[in-house]
């Protein structure tokens, strides 16, 4: 939506919403996997960046291999909205009608 607060000058709204077909975008899926298993194909940063969640004061992390991490019968979506001011540095000139 466009608002024209002058001739020069107008705000801006936008909201789009975007929904795909996999829930992997963030992810957040099924259950989470074995440490070992990710350490062996893809190294110690791989385990550390697999689950950043941490429980409690104690630090501890409360990913465990099989347990659900998240709900695989929904995909991913996402929305924004933006909100802009816009000034127009030029001459508005209609053309001539012949």
């Keep these: 939506m466009k608002v024209d607060l002058t001739a020069t000058l107008s705000l801006n709204f936008e909201l789009s919403s975007r929904y795909i077909f996999t829930d992997y975008l963030d992810d957040v899926s099924t259950v989470y996997a074995d440490k070992d298993d990710i350490e062996s194909q893809r190294g110690e940063l791989a385990v550390i960046l697999s689950d ?12 465990q291999a099989g347990r659900q991490r ?15 001011l816009v000034y127009y540095f030029g001459d508005v000139r209609c053309p001539k009608w012949r």
């Design 70 to 84: 998240g709900d695989s019968s929904n995909n991913d979506t996402w929305a924004t909205f933006g909100v802009g």
């Design 52 to 63: 950043r969640s941490f429980s409690g004061v104690d630090g501890v992390q409360i990913g």
